[in-house]
C-alpha cells in the first residue's frame, strides 16, 4: 500500500509565500508524474503544477510566474513553492502521483491553503 502526507499549508497573508511538501511511502519501485491540484470550496478540482519523472514541469496560467514545483526522487516527495500569494490562491491543495507498480494514481489527503486580503 502507498500512502502520500502533505505538509507546509496554513494561513498567510497577500503576497506571502508558503512551500507544501508531499512524501510517498509504501512499496514503490518508482514515481513518474507528480503533481499539485486544488479545489476552492463550489469550484472542481484543477491542476496547479506538474512534474514529469525525467524533471518537465508546466503550470497552471494563473500560477506560472509565482509557483515552482520540484522533487526529490531519492526521498519520494515534491515540493510546490508558492511566492507572491494572492486571496484566490485559497484552496485544499492535494498532491497526486502516478506510482510503478500501480495501475492507479494516488492522493493525498489534502493541506488547507489560505490566504488573507
Known amino acids: 500500500q502507498v500512502q502520500l502526507v502533505e505538509s507546509g499549508g496554513g494561513l498567510v497573508q497577500a503576497g506571502g509565500s508558503l512551500r507544501l511538501s508531499c512524501a510517498a511511502s509504501?512499496?514503490?519501485?518508482?514515481?513518474?508524474?507528480m503533481g499539485w491540484y486544488r479545489q476552492a470550496p463550489g469550484k472542481q478540482r484543477e491542476l496547479v503544477a506538474a512534474?514529469?519523472?525525467?524533471?518537465?514541469?508546466n503550470y497552471a496560467d494563473s500560477v506560472k510566474g509565482r509557483f515552482t514545483i520540484s522533487r526529490d526522487n531519492a526521498k519520494n516527495t515534491v515540493y510546490l513553492q508558492m511566492n507572491s500569494l494572492k486571496p484566490e490562491d485559497t484552496a485544499v491543495y492535494y498532491c497526486?502521483?502516478?506510482?510503478?507498480?500501480?495501475?492507479?494514481?494516488?492522493w493525498g489527503q489534502g493541506t488547507q491553503v489560505t490566504v488573507s486580503s
Open positions: 497526486n502521483a502516478d506510482i510503478t507498480p500501480y495501475v492507479r494514481d494516488y
Open positions: 509504501g512499496l514503490i519501485f518508482s514515481i513518474n508524474n
Open positions: 512534474i514529469t519523472g525525467g524533471g518537465g514541469t
